[in-house]
């Protein structure tokens, strides 16, 4: 056998941070020495981070993360690692990773596919390397190998796939299995999306399978920049078979996955393969004297852990934006307008839960160093420092979400209160009559009066979580965001939009999930049944108006349905009423042609409001961010001739 104990390491790294991002990365190569690991992965772009956007361009970057390499270069002493930075080479800044054995940069792969769609924009500062070729870059004095080479350390072949080339037909691990790659390492920075793990599971999988390898891949962790979150789940598989999967989600600086393989079972695939291309001697291999030590261990036995649920994902990885976002901003807590429906209620009880659940995993002792510009007191530590949640009633509030609202705020152990704005809005509407000289009335002046309630609610709050150095939340989800059913500078009020992501459907179904099923380590919360059972409404007009959202604007299932189609899949107004009308058979012709004329109308209309909407989380890649995924005019035709051949 010729065994190595292979490790892949996820970090939490933060754009920019140089001290802390090279400590981070020097703490994982230690905990992997501890672990008899000989090859280390870690991310791409781990030592300056990924999200560092046009900054990537300023030369200070570039430099400054060749000085951290060169301060880590030390710590590869008897052991071999791989890591991610930008690099500059003729004017061009390429993706590339370093790859360092025995105390010696051994040279750079660079990235020949850049990820350039949706939320990424790596064209934008980053030239991909072209094919085939191989070049040297002088580092002090030293002439280092850089391209899409493959390395031979010693009697191992090492190619590389940087995150994209790996998701791209043409893979670049294709014509590194013709050279005789024993190995694939992928460093990369793949952001969470619903089920994206599968994804990465296959692809690794079908890697190591057809190239005859076996294959390493390392991911981001955790909220890097703000809007974006890296589940983690490092990925190790040998010939064809995936062999260890790392933790995902997790709230420690860094995840670590280990397995030891045996590469004569990948050489005995290739050996078997006699039809696939091969080259016997390229200028594309270079070598390098340091043996990869044998490991002490046999092979690892397979032990994978369970897939995660939907609602789990959800539940994961919105926690652990939360607690990311909370400590690097140095905030001191989250303030949340809690009407007691369902989108308030799902951000109180995210917050508390990445409270918890962070509390949890690290212990309080490291809980507490990972918040500490919270100070030494220990009551900035406990719930009711860290939540604030304030119900504010109009004389249109009633009972039933004042209710709901105190008992979820009792449940969850936060800081709760009751503010009365009656009287300020009466305040406004008195002016805004006498500049008018005549009195407001619903069946006039309805959205107006609507709206007042909703803005007057803003800067009491705002207030509040200026008092607290704490992040003021606002609540509106995807659905609305769609048909900008929402007040801006009302309930659109906050630095962060932690919901802003997943449409209504989906969180009413999580809200249940979490009110009678959850998990071990995510309890249920019964207390949420009187969120749940009512009809998610405004509450802006008086109770004989009986007000619904769904009133409004259509039922939810059905309007997140035709976001999809009109906005994921780009299908005209003509085509969805067809479309609609299949999938929702019980729905008169009539009324379909009003919602599809409304979806519309309201999605042109309201282009503006998703511009202003608050940083919200990247949950799925049906995104409606205008600043990341969904570009949109915001004056536009509005579809007018498409929805008058309806």
């Not at 979150?229 to 010939?239: E, H, M, V």
């Not at 209620?345 to 160093?369: K, Y």
């Not at 309890?523 to 108006?545: F, G, H, I, M, Y």
């Not at 109308?601 to 961010?625: C, I, M, T, V």
Request: glycine residues 6%.
């Amino acid at each position: 056998m010729r065994t190595l104990h292979l490790a892949a390491a996820s970090l939490n790294q933060t754009p920019l941070d140089w001290d802390g991002n090279e400590e981070r990365i020097r703490v994982a190569i230690a905990d992997a020495k501890k672990q008899h690991a000989t090859l280390i992965c870690l991310p791409e772009l781990a030592i300056t981070g990924y999200g560092c956007e046009d900054q990537f361009l300023a030369p200070d970057t570039a430099d400054r993360a060749l000085a951290s390499l060169r301060n880590l270069i030390p710590l590869s002493d008897g052991i071999a690692f791989a890591v991610g930075l930008p690099l500059r080479y003729q004017n061009r800044l390429f993706n590339v990773v370093a790859l360092v054995a025995n105390g010696e940069l051994v040279g750079f792969y660079a990235k020949q596919n850049l990820a350039g769609d949706g939320l990424h924009y790596e064209p934008r500062w980053f030239s991909p390397w072209p094919e085939g070729m191989q070049e040297t870059v002088t580092l002090e004095g030293r002439e280092v190998p850089l391209g899409d080479f493959v390395f031979q350390l010693d009697d191992v072949r090492i190619a590389f796939e940087i995150c994209e080339d790996a998701w791209v037909p043409d893979r670049p691990g294709r014509d590194a299995s013709s050279l005789g790659a024993d190995l694939i390492i992928n460093p990369s920075a793949s952001h969470f999306a619903f089920g994206k793990q599968e994804i990465r599971r296959q692809f690794v999988c079908e890697g190591s399978r057809a190239f005859g390898v076996a294959y390493l891949y390392a991911n981001l962790l955790g909220n890097e920049a703000g809007k974006i979150i890296y589940d983690g789940g490092n990925l190790i598989a040998n010939n064809g078979t995936l062999i260890a999967e790392g933790t995902r989600f997790s709230f420690q600086d860094h995840a670590l996955t280990c397995a030891t393989l045996d590469l004569e079972l990948n050489r005995l695939a290739q050996a078997r393969s006699a039809g696939r291309p091969f080259l016997l001697e390229s200028d594309e291999i270079f070598s390098h004297p340091f043996r990869l030590p044998e490991s002490p261990h046999l092979p690892t036995p397979i032990n994978l852990p369970d897939h995660l649920s939907k609602e789990e994902e959800f539940t994961r990885s919105v926690t652990l934006g939360l607690f990311d976002y909370l400590r690097k901003s140095y905030s001191r807590g989250y303030v949340i307008s809690l009407s007691g429906g369902a989108d308030s209620a799902a951000c109180a009880v995210l917050v508390a839960q990445a409270i918890q659940l962070a509390r949890t995993e690290l212990g309080e002792a490291s809980f507490r160093e990972r918040l500490r510009h919270l100070g030494d007191q220990d009551e900035a530590f406990t719930m009711p420092a860290l939540l604030a949640c304030i119900y504010q009633s109009s004389e249109n509030s009633g009972d039933t979400t004042l209710n709901a609202a105190q008992s979820l705020a009792e449940a969850l152990g936060c800081t709760f209160d009751h503010w009365n704005i009656a009287p300020m809005v009466e305040e406004y509407e008195d002016m805004i009559e006498r500049h008018l000289e005549r009195p407001l009335s619903w069946e006039q002046d309805d959205i107006a009066r609507q709206n007042i309630q909703a803005r007057v609610r803003a800067p009491g709050i705002w207030m509040l979580a200026n008092l607290r150095n704490a992040l003021l939340i606002t609540t509106s989800n995807r659905s609305e965001a769609a048909v900008g059913y929402a007040t801006m500078d009302g309930d659109t009020c906050g630095g962060l939009a932690p919901i802003a992501g997943i449409d209504k459907a989906f969180l009413r179904h999580w809200l249940r999930w979490m009110e009678t099923t959850g998990t071990t380590e995510i309890p249920p919360l019964p207390v949420l049944s009187a969120v749940n059972k009512q009809q998610p409404t405004a509450e802006l007009r008086p109770d004989e108006a009986e007000q619904t959202d769904e009133g409004d604007l259509m039922p939810y299932p059905l309007l997140d349905q035709i976001e999809k189609w009109a906005i994921r899949d780009k299908r005209s107004p003509r085509d969805i009423l067809a479309l609609t009308l299949a999938r929702f058979p019980d729905y008169q012709e009539k009324q379909v042609r009003v919602w599809v004329k409304r979806f519309f109308q309201l999605w042109s209309r309201n282009q503006w409001k998703r511009e202003r909407y608050a940083p919200g989380f990247h949950l799925d890649d049906d995104n409606l961010d205008p600043k990341t995924w969904c570009r949109f005019p915001i004056l536009s035709g509005g579809f007018q001739k498409e929805l008058s051949e309806l």
